[in-house]
């Protein structure tokens, strides 16, 4: 038999159906705006090498 | 085209959104509605001066209410279409071009518009994206347009609009206000005029921060304490339709009063995204609204043909958002800077 364990199961987090349904997106600020992909950014890395 | 910006003792903003016509879109023709305080329209008066774009700067007392100074604006000029786009709204312009000529075509129609992207900064490093579908409303009678509408509304403001439409919506507007049903009211009355046209493309992007937009929660009841007001909307969009070609007034009755019980019922809290089977079908589970679910991911996605396209415009976007939240340039008097 299965001895019960006393670990404490730890409570699932809050679901967000907004985030589900793909309606909201939780992100980082600034940084989920100014990805390393764009061209200001190729722009400012450039600049930033000269 | 004109593209009025209310504005109100927010210098940053309104600078940062006129650095962002200039940048992408220096052909705009913008009208800024200035309600702030003679200090702060002092500031605004220089960076007007000093914006690489049309601007005409009409200045307000600061005492007059928001959709007054609006209405009044818009009698200043006679252009047939209309975008308004506050100091924080930053519009896709190649996109509400689009809707432009789609409302010339469409003379049923009376506004038209994109997806809506709302970029909320709601602390130092933390944000949340959100995205609002527009869908073709474009029915021939007012009841079925409701209806369509407000099985999943929409913001129906954040567009191009006709300016005879735009003022008919203010007239509404500066008698009645309920934060909770405002863009249903807004929504509502805009389609039981006249048609609603989708642009399947980025639209608008709007933008709250910590700073400027601190969270207010509503009192749990207000609903019911302005429960004169729902009923005032409701009576605001009957009449609309009334004046509508194919107007029904019980399938009008019927529709309004589904709609706003499901407002209410989302407000007691039973939003309709939590009915069981709600992504099984539509107006949920549909092509548009897949298409735009799939923009919004590619928008945060690197490398997406999307956020190639709207690189730029986020960059910018954010670097001001963060210039707004790190210093106190909307709220520091004029002179101080």
């Excluded at chain 1, 967000?16 to 600034?30: A, C, K, N, T, Y």
């Excluded at chain 2, 005032?232 to 609309?240: G, V």
Aim: glycine share 6%; with cysteine; net charge negative.
């Amino acid at each position: 038999m299965t001895e019960p364990t006393d670990t404490p199961v730890p409570p699932a987090p809050p679901v967000d159906l907004m985030e589900q349904l793909g309606l909201r997106l939780r992100v980082s600020f600034p940084e989920f705006l100014a990805l390393d992909d764009g061209p200001q950014a190729e722009r400012k890395k450039r600049a930033d090498q000269e | 085209m004109k593209i009025v910006i209310p504005t109100a003792d927010r210098p940053a903003s309104l600078q940062a959104v006129l650095d962002y016509y200039a940048r992408f879109h220096p052909r705009a023709e913008l009208v800024v509605a200035d309600g702030s305080t003679p200090e702060v329209k002092e500031r605004n008066r220089e960076s007007v001066a000093q914006a690489q774009v049309a601007v005409e700067h009409q200045e307000y007392d600061a005492d007059l209410p928001v959709f007054e100074r609006l209405l009044r604006t818009l009698h200043t000029f006679e252009r047939e279409f209309v975008i308004m786009g506050a100091d924080d709204n930053y519009p896709v312009l190649e996109t509400l071009e689009k809707a432009r000529k789609r409302l010339i075509e469409r003379p049923e129609a009376v506004c038209a518009g994109g997806h809506v992207v709302h970029l909320d900064v709601t602390a130092p490093g933390r944000a949340s994206a959100r995205l609002d579908v527009v869908r073709h409303i474009n029915a021939d009678n007012p009841a079925q347009r409701m209806r369509v509408f407000g099985s999943l509304p929409f913001p129906t403001s954040y567009g191009v609009a006709r300016r005879a439409h735009v003022i008919a919506r203010l007239e509404f507007l500066r008698t009645w206000y309920l934060r909770s049903f405002y863009e249903l009211g807004v929504g509502l009355t805009d389609v039981a005029r006249g048609q609603y046209v989708a642009i399947p493309e980025l639209g608008f992007i709007c933008t709250s921060n910590y700073v400027d937009d601190p969270p207010r929660a509503e009192e749990p009841l207000a609903y019911l304490r302005g429960a004169d007001q729902v009923l005032a909307m409701h009576d605001a969009a009957y009449e609309r339709a009334a004046q509508a070609p194919g107007f029904d007034g019980d399938q009008v009755r019927d529709v309004l009063s589904s709609v706003i019980g499901r407002r209410t019922a989302a407000l007691a809290g039973a939003p309709q995204h939590q009915v069981v089977g709600f992504a099984d079908k539509a107006p949920y589970k549909t092509p548009m609204v897949e298409n735009a679910r799939q923009l919004f991911r590619d928008l945060f996605a690197e490398g997406s043909a999307v956020r190639t396209q709207h690189a730029d415009r986020l960059a910018f976007i954010a670097d001001r958002i963060q210039q707004i939240t790190a210093t106190t340039a909307n709220h520091a008097p004029a002179g101080a800077r």
